[in-house]
């Protein structure tokens, strides 16, 4: 079965600080595939970024950065010098090749961005 | 349309009542996915379409949880008898891939409160 663990229930920053989200995941899948999606309270999941599990290459999209270790099953989210707009919560999930109907979702991360 | 669109935005519900919930996807999109976000949760499936075709149900909590899509494109998620433990919010989303293996694209969700 798939899981996956956001231990970081809430998080709070000062403006301009570096944030680190943590994920882990379950799965005894070999293809699988990572998502990050944000959820700022208007409600709607906006997705961020996918990753295949032949890929480790690490990504960075502006201030925006993603470390995927497959050794740790990890999968975190880093923010740069973090804004208010990036308040929100964030989830991690997870779907697998075989059951591709079923993406998992962690339980999300509140990030609350102080100015 | 644009984006995925989800009505009623918000519904308070007496426990026994009924509700409908509509979903009206991305034109052209042909998979849609149910999904159930309880209070400081991640989402969890209920149920996947292709099309008209319900192909996965094994989300749905209840046999009070019917969902249907019969013209393949706009959805209804139809609760009978609401509970108390219903309340959540209701996420609709469709796959640009067809599957759940690429990114999802999300509405703003239906906020169902049963008194």
């Known amino acids: 079965a798939q899981k996956v663990t956001q231990a970081q229930t809430e998080i709070s920053v000062v403006e301009k600080e570096d944030v680190t989200l943590d994920c882990v995941y379950e799965t005894r899948d070999t293809t699988y595939y990572l998502f990050w999606y944000k959820q700022p309270p208007s409600g709607e999941l906006v997705f961020l970024i996918r990753?295949?599990?032949?890929?480790?290459q690490n990504e960075i999209s502006g201030r925006y950065s993603w470390n995927f270790q497959k050794s740790t099953s990890s999968f975190n989210f880093t923010i740069t010098a973090s804004q208010v707009v990036d308040s929100a919560v964030y989830f991690c999930?997870?779907?697998?090749?075989?059951?591709?109907?079923?993406?998992?979702f962690g339980a999300g991360t509140r990030l609350t961005v102080k100015p | 349309g644009a984006g995925v669109s989800q009505s009623p935005r918000y519904k308070v519900a007496k426990r026994g009542q009924d509700v409908a919930l509509r979903c009206d996807p991305i034109s052209g999109h042909v998979s849609l996915f149910w999904y159930q976000q309880a209070l400081g949760q991640g989402p969890e499936f209920l149920t996947y379409?292709?099309?008209?075709?319900?192909?996965?149900k094994s989300g749905l909590p209840s046999d009070r949880f019917f969902a249907e899509r019969p013209e393949g494109s706009v959805s209804t998620l139809k609760i009978q008898r609401t509970q108390q433990e219903d309340s959540a919010v209701y996420l609709c989303a469709t796959p640009l891939s067809g599957t759940a293996t690429g990114e999802l694209f999300f509405g703003e969700g239906s906020r169902l409160t049963v008194l």
């Open positions: 999930a997870l779907s697998v090749e075989y059951n591709n109907n079923d993406m998992r």
């Open positions: 379409f292709q099309n008209e075709a319900q192909l996965d």
């Open positions: 990753r295949n599990s032949f890929d480790e």
